[in-house]
């Protein structure tokens, strides 16, 4: 079987007694695009700067097309990355940002010039080739980046959270426009992000990272519908908890109450239960909870609202028009769909 193209086996990175990274492994197949997820200070930038060799682990190994890279200084090895600042250089305009590291023997002036051509055309600033960075808007600036980082035609393409400088226009432009660019080009791309949405809609493969580890890595459906454990049920897109115990069939919560659930913890096991907004049923069927609408958040082509359901706090989605004269204080019966509810132990 062949080997991943990027191999991370290992690796952890001590600073004094706090571990930032611990015995993280992972696979990332030539051109996959991979999105390093989780909450600030999880280790994901630890580990993108580990990759570039910015960041020598304290133990472990990784390889790059079968090559060991782990103490490679950055200058020898196979990479281009995009910074969240961007890090042009404001002297400099957009061409020779581009064209900055296109250098020595193997660039000779014809080829850096259809190069700078190629990449300028491919990021759409060919008409902003003449100008400097505080001439441009802070999308175009990001593609200027990116056009620099793809400059030397890397096996490997690393970004820092390259999006989040941006509006939320802008930014979900771009994001549309860097998938597509990426699978265009083929190039393995690892991202690191704290935007759950942005890493659902971007990668093939999500690792979800939490205190120095990966604990959970698959596609987007199965991290948002299989999600391995507590943590990433409540990280992972948007969803409503409570805690119950454990029982035949189902949990119990504080009132009693037996709900539905597919479970095999053991009878009287301490969990949290979670639920998809889009997953609670505005219904009166067998079993349906008394709900008081105690909310109503309108986003547009969707209303969410908060409920109450007999002490549990849920959310559930609407579509606008469904809304009716439904106004706060309503009382509604609500359903939860046994295989809908995620329940883990809690410390699971």
Known sequence: MQRPYLRIEGVGR??????????VDIGVERGEFLCLLGPSGCGKTTLLRAI?????????EIFQDGKLITDLPPSQRDFGIVFQSYALFPNMTVATNVGYGLRGPAWPKARVAA?????????????????????ISGGQQQRVALARALANEPGLLLLD???SALDAIVRLHLRTELRLL?????????????????????ADRVAVMSDGRVVQIGTPQEVYDRPANAFVAGFVGR?????????????????????PAVTTLPEGTPVRAFIRPEDVMLADTPGSLGAELVGIEFLGSVCRLDLDAEGLPLQAEIAPRALGGLAVGAMLRVALPPDKLMVFALNG
Not at 239 to 257: D, E, K, L
Request: hydrophobic share 45%.
């Open 14 to 23: 001590d600073f004094g007694t706090f571990s930032a990274l611990v015995d």
């Open 52 to 60: 570039a060799g910015l960041d020598v682990p304290t133990r472990g």
């Open 115 to 135: 190069r700078l051509a190629e990449l300028l055309a491919l990021v759409g600033l060919a008409e902003q080739a003449g100008r400097y960075p505080a001439q």
């Open 161 to 163: 959270e390259p999006l």
């Open 182 to 202: 990426q699978r265009r080009l083929g190039v393995t791309t690892v991202m690191v992000t704290h935007d759950q949405e942005e890493a659902l809609s971007l």
């Open 239 to 259: 969803s409503a908890s409570f805690a119950a115990r454990a029982a035949p069939g189902g949990v119990t919560i504080a009132s009693g109450r037996h709900i």
